[in-house]
């Protein structure tokens, strides 16, 4: 462009300044006012003046042509593009874009956007500067959208300068701006970038928001996969000796892997990463997945209370909290609340809530606060009807997520690499009872299972041991285990009448492990009550006498339900190495923040 712009210097001759042949005048004039002509050597002297003069004036035109054409001039001048780049802050929040650009998401740029304006706001993920004249910048949005911007400096300084472009280059990753630039398709695609087949000539950028030059954790270590989960932070006389102990470099990569305990420091930068955004979709996928299908089946949603009067099932594992002159609990299951809603009159309900576990379990598969999806329904002949409604919303979600985030799965696995979830075929769905479960382990699991009994429950080792044995001989990492041990069963569920060692009740695992449990309920208030002190708990006591006294206001129907751990059926479907990644801010034992 330089090249093209420059004009061709002109002749010397075509280049005399006008001061150079008045002053050769002059000295004409003032030989002849002598009467007698100057001499010769008064002659060559002035000659010799004006071609020095010529010559001087000559070079400067020259240099004068060689500034324009590069761009530059001989002295300091305005930037004239300084109304189309700065920080707003310092701009006291003063800047404009044109009011008749659109504003576009990365993700909706198309054919039909080249060669037009366009609006974007997103974070800076990088940027370089190439020579005093060019800069690349990468722009991110929500879901890992990105596109890579192009500043070029014109010779006139307007509307890119060169000012502006080291301007761009210098902005920290993780600032927030809006750019104006017209979109064009680069010379080959743009492998780096998500939106790979355009790129934004930028006009204009300004900063929203800059981040900090030194961020806590950056955006490369919190795309990382995490292999420590501990939450609990270092002791303070080992925080000098183990500064560098919450990045680990693996073998894989030199960039840094931080600890989940970095990540939740630096949630923003946790939750910025590709692969927790990814994670994050997938989940909201699952919910609404849940939620269309059982209205589709009937179901109507409910909203049962987070807080309540007594122990949702009379347990120990249960928060305690002063409720002005009384005690309040935070309800570890919506258990009572589904029956209730049956007892009312509803033939189908579900909810979406959060429940509560005071379990001191510090391990990958447990949290303190999870989100539950809880369904509950009156049964018409068998308690079968609920274990095939629950096995068909959850292969509904899992069939569901493979079609609709194929993208986002094929993401998280970059980043945590899994073998591909199977599920059974249809017609050829597994369901074992607990007894078949406990003779396979016996039978082909790992020596130290050779005696397990049918009477006891399975251990978190035992199950992932038996999800081995049907993934190899059943080829499907979904199954049921049915008809659990009556001492495995809380006080509601419903005894076999054929068998009352065992319940109607079951569990439901992906790679063996457990998302669900669920089965028929008690519905006859003298049965219930004879189960309940048979567990060992007083009828009598707070919570217990108020959830037996509504099977006794009217008549209730057999019903039976479930309840899902949403954050497990994440976690184990993307076989991620703890159900932490998998909540949007992660309770434990040790950790309330953020």
């Not at 391990?363 to 629950?390: A, S, W």
């Not at 109607?504 to 008690?522: K, P």
Request: charged fraction near 30%.
């Amino acid at each position: 462009m330089a090249d093209n712009a420059a004009t061709t210097p002109a002749s010397p001759a075509e280049q005399q300044p006008p001061a150079a042949a008045p002053a050769a005048a002059s000295a004409a004039e003032g030989a002849e006012g002598e009467g007698e002509g100057p001499s010769k050597k008064a002659q060559k002297k002035a000659e010799a003046k004006a071609k020095k003069e010529a010559e001087k004036a000559r070079r400067a035109a020259e240099r004068e042509a060689a500034a324009k054409a590069a761009g530059k001039t001989t002295g300091p001048t305005e930037d004239l593009a300084k109304d189309n780049y700065g920080v707003v802050k310092e701009r006291k929040g003063q800047f404009e874009l044109s009011a008749d650009v659109e504003d576009v998401n990365l993700k909706n740029i198309g054919e039909e956007h080249v060669g037009k304006a366009v609006i974007v706001r997103a974070w800076v993920q990088n940027a370089r500067i190439q020579g005093a004249k060019m800069a690349f910048i990468e722009l991110r949005e929500e879901g890992a959208w990105t596109i890579q911007g192009v500043f070029v400096a014109s010779n006139e300084g307007k509307p890119v300068s060169k000012p502006m472009v080291k301007f761009a280059a210098g902005i920290n990753p993780e600032s927030f701006v809006v750019v104006e630039g017209t979109v064009e398709k680069p010379l080959e695609p743009v492998k780096s970038c998500k939106v790979s087949n355009y790129e934004l000539h930028i006009r204009k950028i300004f900063v929203l928001a800059a981040a900090p030059q030194m961020l806590g954790m950056t955006l490369a270590a919190a795309n990382r996969p995490i292999t420590n989960f501990s939450d609990e932070e270092p002791a303070p006389e080992k925080v000098a000796e183990e500064g560098v102990d919450k990045l680990s470099i693996t073998a894989e990569s030199s960039i840094p892997a931080a600890t989940m305990l970095t990540h939740l420091d630096n949630i923003i930068m946790h939750k910025r990463a590709p692969v927790q955004q990814a994670i994050a979709d997938i989940r909201m996928e699952v919910k609404d997945l849940f939620r269309s299908y059982l209205k589709s089946h009937g179901f109507k949603e409910f909203e049962p209370p987070c807080l309540i009067g007594a122990a949702s099932e009379g347990g120990a594992n249960v928060f305690r909290m002063p409720y002005f002159d009384k005690e309040a609990f935070l309800a570890q299951s919506p258990q009572f609340y589904k029956q209730f809603e049956i007892a009312g009159g509803r033939k189908r309900v579900f909810s979406i809530g959060p429940v509560f576990r005071a379990e001191n379990s510090n391990t990958p598969r447990h949290m303190t606060e999870f989100t539950g999806l809880d369904l509950e329904m009156e049964i018409k002949k068998d308690y079968r009807e609920v274990l095939l409604m629950l096995e068909g919303v959850l292969l509904h979600i899992f069939r569901g997520i493979k079609e609709r985030c194929a993208a986002e799965i094929e993401l998280v696995r970059s980043v945590y690499p899994a073998e591909e979830f199977l599920l059974p075929e249809p017609g050829k769905e597994v369901r074992l009872t607990f007894a078949e479960g406990q003779k396979l382990l016996r039978e082909e699991g790992p020596e130290e299972f050779r005696n397990v009994t049918d009477d006891e429950d399975m251990s978190t080792p035992q199950e992932k041991a038996l999800g081995a044995i049907v993934r190899k001989k059943f080829n499907t990492d979904f199954y049921v285990l049915d008809k659990f041990p009556e001492g495995a069963r809380p006080f509601y569920a419903k005894l076999d009448d054929a068998n009352p060692k065992v319940t109607n009740a079951f569990d439901f695992f992906l790679r063996g492990q457990e998302i669900l449990s669920g089965g028929q309920r008690i519905n006859d208030p003298e049965e219930l009550e004879a189960r309940i002190i048979q567990k060992g708990v007083d009828p009598k006591s707070a919570g217990i006498k108020e959830y037996v006294d509504v099977f006794r206001q009217a008549g209730v129907p057999a019903h039976g339900g479930g309840g899902i751990g949403l954050d497990r059926v994440v976690a184990w479907f993307l076989n991620l190495p703890s159900v932490h990644l998998a909540a949007y801010y992660p309770r434990t034992p040790k950790r309330l923040l953020p």
